[in-house]
């Protein structure tokens, strides 16, 4: 087996293992990046990248801490959280030291932490907890792809080394310490690495079926679901996320964490691209609006106001049977969109008047065979073409429509102006199923990413940052739907910062 | 035109999405195939789409395709 040596080893390309390569390397720590793939990058390589910091100023910190505690009820790794909001003010410097910049950037005032309004949907309740900033990417791409890119150039520029298409599948440990791990690669062919610290940020296990459905219960489908799965992954094909290093962690002796993927999305084909920030029509962003949305048995369980943040919505259908329910809305809100615009439109698709919605919906049915859009007549037809309960379809809808003529949502307190009755045909219904980026969590660490066993004493030397780890930001259970690219950056350096102090002075 | 793509490609897709007829996805390969019709496509189109890619990993050089 070929041997070869370096102070720290970081297994994963991703935004987490460049930011902590990164930051080793510009420590002057001999560096070695390990990746799976021919080519770096991660869940971010194929998202619009904006990123969020929290102010280096005591009183912002204290505040989006505190928010983030109360809506995760004091359920994740507290100490964690604080490491990762002290630390966020690092981002916009790494990523300016790459010789990118920034498109825009969106302040949250001390008064707005913890309103919602969030940019992105992956914080608790979608609260934002600080400024966000925007990059300007390249092309019709997305920046995280950029970012990258620039990373393992400069990476290389420092010394460091980058090895691709090198799957971890061990980690060695000895006495409670981490001595090394092992790479195989295409061809089976093994590498020991003799390092003194390892960096684990491999992000999830989307693509490995039994482990989705063994840690969070879903079962993976494709972006069509065709298959009758109820979990989509919104990353790009082929990703080859099947949770090798997860395994390897664990056989370690790194304890289990919980696992989370609940998002939401609209099934193809014709909804979004398989790049999926490139949407074919405005049906995902229809499939946002604040109209009335019910489960399979015709059941409305929730305020609809709060589904343009996709973990709020994508906890709550993640309770219903089947995993999945269904926007519906009549002829005149279809009417309203296109006269009046949209209640909501994320900032990535921005639609706020919405055209031709009737052909988009002919299109999606007829000509690309969506089996999840549904136009009818009557209500009847719509319960027996989605597959929904009539009987509570039409108890529910009786139910709603009262609500809005007395202009008082009584059962789930949706804002008023919201209240779109469901009278005059035709209908128009969307399903909704829940979808990630990947999985989330899974590996657990201390306050400094340090992985630690069932005891939570860390293994010394061990440590891993980003989608595969944030779950500890969540608990038990993992509420959260991504870890976010300022999580993946900040706790990537924050993993630098440890290795270094560990390697230097066995700290 | 010959068009290339190189070896930072992270096979996102774009190209493939928005210029069909001349790139396509080899999952058996895991690469980025550049079809026929991109050797013959008008080096106005082909600029434009070594522009769009994510991370500059298309090349459009004038020459004869291999």
């Excluded at chain 1, 069509?224 to 395994?247: I, K, L, R, Y």
């Excluded at chain 1, 390897?248 to 609940?262: D, E, H, M, Q, Y």
Aim: hydrophobic share 40%; proline share 3%.
């Amino acid at each position: 087996m070929q041997i070869i040596k370096t102070e720290v080893a970081v297994i994963g390309s991703g935004l987490a293992g460049l930011s902590a390569a990164l930051v080793l390397a510009e420590n002057g720590i001999k560096v070695m990046v390990f990746e799976k793939r021919p080519f770096q990058g991660g869940a971010v390589s194929n998202t619009p990248m904006c990123t969020m910091v929290v102010r280096n100023e005591r009183k912002f910190q204290d505040r989006a801490f505190e928010v983030h505690n109360e809506f995760t009820n004091y359920n994740g790794n507290m100490g964690l959280a604080r490491t990762w909001i002290n630390n966020s003010w690092r981002i916009p410097g790494l990523i300016t030291g790459l010789g990118l910049d920034f498109a825009g950037k969106v302040e949250t005032s001390y008064d707005e932490i913890g309103t919602i309004n969030a940019y992105t949907g992956g914080f608790p309740k979608g609260m934002n907890l600080g400024d966000y900033y925007l990059l300007k990417a390249r092309g019709k791409g997305h920046g995280g792809a950029l970012i990258c890119l620039r990373a393992v150039n400069k990476i290389r520029a420092l010394g460091g080394e980058i090895h691709f298409n090198r799957t971890l599948t061990e980690i060695l440990v000895d006495q409670g310490r981490i001595i090394g791990a092992i790479v195989t690669d295409k061809a089976g062919g093994k590498t020991r690495i003799d390092c003194q610290a390892l960096i684990v940020a491999t992000g999830g296990f989307s693509e490995n079926r039994e482990m989705v459905k063994k840690y969070t219960g879903f079962d993976y489908t494709d972006a069509n679901c065709s298959n009758g799965g109820n979990v989509m992954f919104n990353h790009f094909v082929n990703a080859q996320t099947t949770g090798e290093a997860h395994q390897a962690v664990w056989a370690a002796g790194g304890a289990k964490g919980p696992v989370s993927a609940f998002g939401r999305l609209v099934p193809g084909p014709g909804i979004v691209s398989y790049t999926p920030w490139f949407t074919r029509n405005n049906l995902y962003t229809v499939a946002e609006q604040p109209y009335l949305l019910i489960n399979r048995n015709g059941k409305r369980f929730i305020n609809e106001a709060v589904a343009q943040t996709s973990m709020n919505q994508g906890v709550a259908i993640k309770n219903q049977p089947g995993r999945y329910a269904f926007l519906l809305f009549d002829e005149e809100t279809l009417e309203h969109l296109e006269q009046v615009g949209t209640e909501y439109a994320y900032m990535i698709f921005p639609a706020k008047k919405i055209t031709n919605l009737r052909e988009q919906f002919r299109e999606v049915i007829e000509d690309q065979g969506n089996q999840h859009v549904f136009v009818a007549d009557s209500l009847d037809d719509f319960s027996r073409i989605a597959g929904i309960d009539r009987e509570g379809l039409l108890e529910t809808v009786i139910r709603y429509n009262q609500l809005c003529d007395d202009g008082y949502d009584q059962d789930f307190g949706k804002n008023p102006k919201y209240l779109y009755p469901v009278r005059k045909s035709r209908f128009y219904g969307l399903r909704i199923v829940n979808s990630a980026y990947n999985t989330l969590g899974g590996i657990r660490t201390n306050e400094k990413c340090e992985v630690i066993n069932d005891e939570q004493k860390p293994i010394k030397g061990l440590y891993s940052a980003g989608d595969c780890m944030a779950g500890e930001l969540y608990g038990d259970p993992s509420l959260a739907v991504c870890s976010l690219s300022t999580v993946a950056f900040t706790l990537g350096m924050v993993c630098a910062d440890q290795a270094t102090a560990y390697v230097r002075e066995g700290i | 035109m010959k068009v290339e793509i190189m070896d930072y490609c992270i096979r996102c897709g774009l190209c493939v999405e928005f210029y069909p007829t001349l790139f396509a996805l080899n999952f058996v390969e895991d690469r980025i195939d550049v079809l026929p019709a991109a050797m013959q496509a008008e080096e106005s189109v082909l600029r434009q789409v070594a522009l769009d890619c994510a991370v500059g990993a298309i090349s459009v050089r004038k020459g004869e395709a291999e």
